[in-house]
Antibody, heavy 122, light 107 residues
Framework: QVQLQESGPGLVKPSQTLSLTCTVS??????????WSWIRQPAGKGLEWIGR???????NYNPSLKSRVTISVDTSKNQFSLKLSSVTAADTAVYYC??????????????WGQGTMVTVSS | DIQMTQSPSSVSASVGDRVTITCRAS??????LAWYQQKPGKAPKLLIY???SLQSGVPSRFSGSGSGTDFTLTISSLQPEDFATYYC?????????FGPGTKVDIK
């Protein structure tokens, strides 16, 4: 079955750009009518949706982060990526990639990566 | 933005208890609501989608109901593995938002 795995640096300096990649295995990122999302969760807090991408390249972003976020897709590598610029300590969180289920699943996030902790600190 | 609230924020219950968690949207979202279970150090797991549809592989003791602005997640008979935090999430608009979570712990 489809699995997701996040990868990227665990430590980013303030004002720099956070870069993460999500690798899709067990299926093609291009198959089906799925969007691919990034979601984050600060320690002990709730979940915040960052944005999503379709394999056509179409994106939607959370307006609160839109000015700093870029999500891209590389179908040849079966991967999608997150870049978050000008990070501060407030961006410290566990970052998850997730599959945004099809309309048949009510656009719920049916598959998640295990999450990767990113700390913003000098 | 559509804001999501949940109540209670935490509940203490015993194995075998019936537990009900409520989620409210700040505006109508039809049935575009999902419920997730999250255990410490783990990713959330989808339980319910489209307000009342049980995700494949999820035990039938979990059920969801509601439409519009008010929704509930019910665990009919709490099991030891159900102690976790539960989140609702609206999918009515592409600006997906989650509720703050309800922690279910052992009484």
């Amino acid at each position: 079955q489809v699995q997701l795995q996040e990868s990227g640096p665990g430590l980013v300096k303030p004002s720099q750009t956070l870069s993460l990649t999500c690798t899709v295995s067990g299926g093609s990122i291009s198959s089906g009518s799925y969007y691919w999302s990034w979601i984050r969760q600060p320690a002990g807090k709730g979940l915040e949706w960052i944005g999503r991408i379709y394999t056509s390249g179409s994106t939607n972003y959370n307006p609160s982060l839109k000015s700093r976020v870029t999500i891209s897709v590389d179908t040849s590598k079966n991967q999608f990526s997150l870049k978050l610029s000008s990070v501060t300590a407030a961006d410290t969180a566990v970052y998850y990639c997730a599959r945004d289920g099809s309309p048949n699943l009510g656009y719920a996030f049916d598959i998640w990566g295990q999450g990767t902790m990113v700390t913003v600190s000098s | 933005d559509i804001q999501m609230t949940q109540s209670p924020s935490s509940v203490s219950a015993s194995v075998g208890d019936r537990v009900t968690i409520t989620c409210r949207a700040s505006q109508g979202i039809s049935s575009w609501l999902a419920w997730y279970q999250q255990k410490p150090g783990k990713a959330p797991k989808l339980l319910i989608y489209a307000a009342s549809s049980l995700q494949s592989g999820v035990p039938s003791r979990f059920s969801g109901s509601g439409s519009g602005t008010d929704f509930t997640l019910t665990i009919s008979s709490l099991q030891p593995e159900d102690f976790a935090t539960y989140y609702c999430q609206q999918a009515n608009s592409f600006l997906f938002t989650f509720g703050p979570g309800t922690k279910v712990d052992i009484k």
